[in-house]
Structure formats: C-alpha cells, structure tokens
C-alpha cells in the first residue's frame, strides 16, 4: 500500500462548516505537507509540520502530526466554497538512499454553497 | 516571480509521434522534478534534477527522457508513447538542497501539461 493514505476519499460539507481529513503513512519521516489541487491544475503548499512538531497552525488551517500513530490531520475552519479541491498529504522520507517526497492518495473536499 | 510555467498546457500526440514538454521557473531553485498523475490518482515522482544533473530516476520507461539545458528549465522529451501515458504531467521546484542539507520541503508547481495519446 501508499507511504500515505488519506480517509476520507470524498467530503462534502456545507459553506461554514470545519472540514478534517486524515492522513497515515508508514515509514520514518522528516516532516509532512499538506498540498492542495484545483481540478486537473498543479497542486499548492499549505502548511508543513515537522517531525518534532505536534501542531501547526496557519490562519483557518490546522495541523496535527502524531508521530507514534503515524497520523496527520488537517482542519479546515469556516469552509468556503472556494475550498473546494483536492487535499494531499506528502511525506518526506529516505528511501532507496535518497530523500524523496511521497504524496497520499488524497481527498475530495466539497464545500457547497 | 514565484511561478513555474509549463508548455503546452494540452498536448495530443499519435504512438509514433516525437513530442517534448518544457517546464520554466525563474526563482533560482536549482532542483526541479516530474510527476505524472493519472485521474483521482496522486502525483507520482518520474524525476529529480539537482542542479541541472539528474538525481533521481524512479524507473520511468525509456520513452521518457529527461533534460534540464540550465538552471532554469526542465524539459521531458517524449516518444513512442503508449496510451497509458496519457496524464496530467507536473513539473515542480525546490531551493537549493545543498544548503539545507537536503531538498528544501516546499515544491513550488506548475499547472500541469495534459497529455493525451492516441
């Protein structure tokens, strides 16, 4: 399976509401990211964590990291429709002796008006 | 400048075809990378540049040929393509690994080349 893998697949929610994806991975990591992606358009840094951080905040987003479940959450408060996208988390890590960025499978968010 | 620009934004080739795709960012980064991503599917890593000499080659098919001419571009020449390979093809960049002792976290993307083959 994935390095990371992101539940749910899908969200939708109504403008105003907060939104929370989650993301697992397996393997040791430097820091996480989250990324997003309008449909079929390159993807946007959000917010990163380091693997020595617990929590992360930037303006109506959080992030959680605990390293010992190998989790990572995203909140999203007071949705927009404009948040309407695609959320991947992406893990950087060792593998095959160099340091690569593996991105999670992702999740639909849906915010309707 | 804090862009990466990509040609064409659409590209439909035939299998016998010989086409290239170019990637542009003007923000001093000296690694620079491709993904491919299929529908509902993540980006998966194809290459790494760092400082124009490629890293990272995760065992792309040999129909794929990358080229980085200097520090500022990023091609992906392509032929003999397979239907299959039809995707979105993203090509990002990072700041300088050597300072940081590693590839610094932030990918800037660009918007993607969509590619279609008959």
């Known amino acids: 399976s994935q390095q990371g893998e992101e539940d749910p697949q899908a969200l939708s929610i109504q403008e105003g509401e907060n939104a929370t994806m989650n993301c697992s991975y397996k393997?040791?990591?430097?820091?996480l990211q989250w990324y997003r992606q309008n449909s079929g358009r390159g993807l946007v840094h959000l917010i990163l964590?380091?693997?020595?951080?617990r929590e992360k905040h930037s303006g109506r987003l959080r992030v959680t990291l605990d390293t010992s479940k190998k989790s990572s959450s995203l909140l999203i408060t007071a949705s927009r429709a404009a948040d309407t996208a695609s959320y991947f988390c992406?893990?950087?890590?060792?593998?095959?002796?160099?340091?690569?960025?593996?991105f999670g499978t992702g999740t639909k968010l849906q915010v309707i008006p | 400048d804090t862009e990466v620009t990509q040609t064409p934004k659409h590209l439909v080739m035939g299998m016998t075809n010989k086409k290239s795709l170019k990637c542009e960012q003007h923000?001093?980064?000296?690694?620079m990378y491709w993904y491919k991503q299929k529908a509902k599917k993540p980006p998966e890593l194809m290459f790494v540049?760092?400082?124009?000499?490629?890293?990272i080659n995760e065992s792309v098919p040999s129909r794929f040929s990358p080229e980085c001419p200097n520090s500022s571009l990023l091609n992906l020449h392509l032929h003999a393509l397979q239907p299959e390979d039809s995707a979105l093809y993203l090509c990002?960049?990072?700041?300088?690994?050597?300072?940081?002792?590693?590839?610094?976290?932030?990918?800037?993307f660009g918007p993607g080349t969509r590619l279609l083959v008959l």
């Open positions: 992406a893990t950087r890590h060792f593998s095959g002796g160099y340091q690569k960025v593996t």
């Open positions: 923000m001093g980064h000296r690694a």
């Open positions: 990002a960049s990072s700041q300088d690994p050597r300072t940081s002792g590693t590839f610094q976290e932030t990918q800037y």
């Open positions: 540049y760092s400082y124009e000499k490629l890293s």
């Open positions: 393997t040791s990591i430097n820091n």
């Open positions: 964590i380091r693997s020595n951080e």
